[in-house]
């Protein structure tokens, strides 16, 4: 199977909820800037500050499981 292939095939939790967020960081961002720049750093920034809870969770939850 090729990587392109393995890509769009191979779907777990975290991939989906990158995904998601950083949907909805853009959506925000278009929503709330006019100007491209202001927005694509704006996307970033949202995207940054939406994944905190996730990586937070994930890095508890392999802590956990090594104890």
Not at 1 to 23: C, E, F, H, K
Request: without cysteine; aromatic residues 10%.
């Amino acid at each position: 199977m090729s990587t392109p292939q393995s890509a769009l095939i191979d779907w777990n939790l975290s991939r989906v909820t990158r995904l998601a967020i950083s949907a909805v960081a853009v959506f925000l961002a278009l929503r709330l800037t006019d100007d491209f720049l202001p927005g694509l750093g704006m996307a970033i920034v949202l995207a940054i500050v939406l994944d905190i809870p996730w990586w937070l969770h994930t890095h508890y939850v392999a802590q956990f499981k090594e104890k």
